[in-house]
């Protein structure tokens, strides 16, 4: 089973609507949760960071279930700039920093 | 402040040679890691360091592959005797100490002809 799981899409949002997607990891002992954004063929962005309580960073909420294994991210109001992919990250060991990446999500936003 | 460095941003080989890539943590970072990223797949880890020590490297393909962070200068990924499957984008990432969030340099793209 891989370490973090997403359905790659495409996901076609019209531009002004509202997306949501979200992502599987595989290990419980899980400490850490992020959302990246990665444009083509560029380096991933740090979006935000995923707490337990769930967060808010204005357009964008995300969303932690421990109890499923699951994160989500919603994107309100979809601006022709959100296109890109949305990669989940997972940070697997206490005391290690490696992060587990999944696919992404790939978001095209349309006129 | 500038942000983590790499170069170069594209390094073209022939198969048998040898790739240097370099990079440079954010200023305050002491924490370097890099991931590998082949085409339509998603980053894999492959190494994390400290100043003069490797940490983890157990994303490291046991042959041919090599790194370093000195105690002066950049971080140094080192790859033998290329082939073809090694091309893909190599980005290196820093992170503060005691901080789990990494920001990320903007690649090498590695292409072995």
């Known amino acids: ?5 997403q359905d790659p899409g495409p996901f076609n949002v019209p531009e002004g609507a509202t997306v949501a997607f979200n992502c599987t990891y595989s290990n419980s002992a899980s400490q850490s ?3 990246y954004r990665q444009d083509c063929r560029k380096e991933p962005k740090l979006l935000m960071s995923v707490y337990s309580s769930g967060n808010e960073d204005g357009r964008f909420t995300a969303q932690l279930n421990r109890a499923s294994q699951y994160i989500s991210l919603l994107i309100r109001d979809s601006k022709l700039s959100d296109s890109a992919t949305y990669l989940c ?8 920093n490696r992060l587990a990446f999944g696919k992404g999500n790939q978001v095209v936003v349309i006129p | 402040n500038a942000g983590v460095m790499q170069n170069p ?10 790739a240097r890539l370099r990079c440079s943590p954010m200023k305050g970072h002491s924490h370097v890691y890099w991931y590998r990223q082949l085409p339509e ?3 894999k880890f492959m190494v994390y360091l400290q100043k003069e020590n490797i940490i983890d490297e157990s994303g490291m393909p046991k ?6 962070f000195p105690k002066e200068g950049p971080s140094i990924l080192r790859i033998q005797q290329v082939v073809r499957g090694d091309s893909a984008a190599y980005f290196c990432a820093s992170s503060r100490q005691g901080a789990p969030e990494q920001f990320f ?3 090498t793209r590695l292409t072995v002809l």
């Open chain 1, 33 to 35: 949760f992020f959302w």
């Open chain 2, 105 to 107: 340099g903007p690649g």
């Open chain 2, 41 to 43: 797949e998603g980053l």
């Open chain 2, 9 to 18: 941003r594209h390094l073209v080989r022939r198969r048998g040679q040898e």
């Open chain 1, 89 to 96: 990250v997972v940070k697997i060991l206490y005391g290690n």
């Open chain 1, 1 to 5: 089973r891989k370490e973090v799981e």
């Open chain 2, 63 to 68: 042959e041919r592959f090599s790194a370093e």
